[in-house]
Nanobody
Framework: QVSLVEFGGGLVQAGESLRLSCVASGEIIRINAMSWYHQPPGKQRELVATVTSVGSTVYAGSVKGRFTISRDYAKNTVYLQMNSLKFEDTGVYYC????????????????WGQGTQVTVSS
């Protein structure tokens, strides 16, 4: 079994910063990509940023230049540094691990964390 746990959410004012962390645990051999998703209140979950196994990154246009995704490959941990936060950044942020290969299994799978709440006040 794979568990993903997010940390770092909280209540901040617009313009401030937060750093989210997500740790994947289990009998993990390899994780292809780790991502952060954002789900605003009452809306669908959308991709914020992804970092691949070779270090390539992609960002949603709304966060490019403000957010930075990074990864500690040895610790199966992904971070999201969120600067210049805006009210519209409010919502639940979910960690995703894609292409997770587990010991004893031949096929990789995707896993989600429980989410961490980010609230940005104006």
């Amino acid at each position: 079994q794979v568990s993903l746990v997010e940390f770092g959410g909280g209540l901040v004012q617009a313009g401030e910063s937060l750093r989210l962390s997500c740790v994947a645990s289990g009998e993990i051999i390899r994780i292809n990509a780790m991502s952060w998703y954002h789900q605003p209140p009452g809306k669908q979950r959308e991709l914020v940023a992804t970092v691949t196994s070779v270090g390539s990154t992609v960002y949603a246009g709304s966060v490019k230049g403000r957010f930075t995704i990074s990864r500690d490959y040895a610790k199966n941990t992904v971070y999201l540094q969120m600067n210049s936060l805006k009210f519209e950044d409010t919502g639940v942020y979910y960690c995703n691990a894609g292409g997770v290969l587990l010991s004893g299994w031949y096929q990789a799978g995707d896993y989600w964390g429980q989410g961490t709440q980010v609230t940005v006040s104006s």
